[in-house]
């Protein structure tokens, strides 16, 4: 069984800077991956970075590329993500997620255990 629990979201001005904590506990094997999701209100829940436990690949989706970046504690099991030049359309509620297995992805099918979400508002 695997907990995830996240913090640090809440509201920024656009520009600004956020950064999201997600604090495992269970079982991370060097085979699985960890990522960001976010869903924002009448949106499917997609993917945002992810990055592999056991090396540095990290996967970016295109709207966040060069402003979020993520990265991981292994002795803290636990991942950040550094959101920075935060733009309105990044208001959504964010998720970390385990994968259920080896693949290195951000399709939402492909992780098993998820965190309660964290809420981050870009508002002026």
């Known amino acids: 069984q695997v907990q995830l629990v996240e913090s640090g979201g809440g509201l920024a001005q656009p520009g600004g800077s956020l950064r999201l904590s997600c604090a495992a506990s269970?079982?991370?094997?060097?085979?699985?991956?960890m990522a960001w999701f976010r869903q924002a209100p009448g949106k499917e829940r997609e993917g945002v970075a992810a990055?592999?436990?056991?090396?540095?690949?990290?996967y970016y989706e295109d709207s966040v590329k060069g402003r979020f970046t993520i990265s991981k504690d292994k002795g803290k099991k636990t991942i950040y993500l550094q959101m920075n030049n935060l733009k309105p359309e990044d208001t959504a509620v964010y998720y970390c997620?385990?994968?259920?297995?080896?693949?290195?992805?951000?399709?939402?099918?492909?992780?098993?255990?998820w965190g309660q979400g964290t809420q981050v508002t870009v508002s002026s």
């Open positions: 997620a385990r994968s259920a297995g080896a693949d290195f992805s951000t399709r939402p099918s492909d992780y098993r255990y």
């Open positions: 990055i592999r436990w056991s090396s540095e690949s990290t």
């Open positions: 269970g079982t991370i094997f060097s085979s699985h991956s």
